[in-house]
């Protein structure tokens, strides 16, 4: 009985040399996912999506309450209408003084043409001349005084003016949208829950543009090339084997120890080199599938 175990066990070995041996290296089947986590706080209103769906990249797909974030804008433009009805009217507020001016000048004129002809002293022209420098200069303070409280008021409406675009772009991220076009692999939460800032909410993955991780050797590594045509084996067990063309888009720079999950040709090797390969899915492979490569 002895012999024939140990005779079953070393066929069994080379079953599986012999099987192992049709792949150059093995690896998993991975995807690029995007993680979408809500970019405000507030209760999830909707959140119409299930694992496995397929989504556009663009299209709403739920939303966070705005109520408070509504509600906060109608005050800022309240705000800032309060704000706009305080600015002067310069022109109107110095329409008074331009015309004291005006008449000053008609006098000081009147005056110089009565001193010339005796009817008048130099202490009146004077004094005219005086008196239109008052006004004149009443005219730059005003204006000065009205300029600087019309900068002002520009200053605090436009902080207020970007309070209200900083609340339209926090509701416009209260909708959640579609990163990308792909199938949903996870929803982490559910409507009418709260949802912080920061949280997920669900994954998404393009599964049409798939890759291999797989693993080679440093001797194999060495013959790898960015844009080289490679078969990739997917295997679904048993007798299910599916080949597909790929294309090596992604070398590692560094070794790392292999991984556990991992085998390799070479017994020996302790240190290996990532490679990724893309593969175009028919939509037969799955994340976490298993997979050869034969170079």
């Known amino acids: 009985m002895k012999k024939i175990f140990l005779f079953v066990s070393f066929a069994g070995m080379l079953v599986s040399c012999n099987s192992g041996s049709d792949y150059d ?13 809500a970019e405000t706080s507030g209760k999830i209103i909707s959140l119409d999506i299930r694992e496995g769906d397929t989504i556009t990249i663009g299209k709403t797909v739920g939303a966070i309450d705005t109520t408070t974030l509504v509600l906060r804008r109608k005050q800022l433009q309240s705000q800032m209408a309060s704000i706009e009805s305080s600015r002067p009217d310069i022109a109107k507020q110095i329409e008074s003084l331009r ?3 005006a008449q000053q000048r008609t006098e000081c004129h009147r005056i110089e043409n009565m001193l010339k002809d005796g009817a008048a ?8 001349e005086a ?19 019309t ?36 929803k982490y939460a559910e409507p009418k829950e709260f949802a ?14 798939v890759y291999l991780r797989a693993y080679f050797t440093s001797s194999q590594v060495a013959s790898l090339r960015l844009g080289q045509q490679v078969t990739v084996i997917a295997d679904f ?41 893309s593969v175009y899915n028919d939509g037969r492979l799955k994340l976490g599938l298993y997979g050869g490569v034969r170079l």
């Open 25 to 37: 290296a093995t690896g998993i089947f991975e995807a690029t996912s995007v993680t979408v986590s």
């Open 99 to 101: 015309q004291q001016i």
């Open 121 to 128: 002293t130099q202490k009146q022209a004077d004094d005219a």
């Open 131 to 149: 008196m239109l420098k008052i006004l004149n200069g009443q005219l730059e303070a005003t204006l000065s005084t009205l300029n600087k409280n």
């Open 151 to 186: 900068a002002s008021i520009s200053e605090n409406a436009l902080s207020v003016n970007y309070q209200i675009e900083q609340i339209d772009d926090q509701i416009e991220k209260s909708r959640i949208v579609a990163p990308i076009t792909g199938t949903v692999l996870t």
């Open 196 to 209: 912080a800032t920061g949280r997920q909410l669900f994954k998404v993955a393009d599964m049409h543009d």
């Open 237 to 277: 067990g048993g007798d299910k084997h599916y080949e597909y063309p790929g294309k090596i888009c992604w070398i590692a720079e560094e070794s790392e120890f292999t991984p556990k999950s991992i085998q390799t040709n070479d017994s020996r090797a302790n240190l290996v080199y990532a490679v990724k390969i």
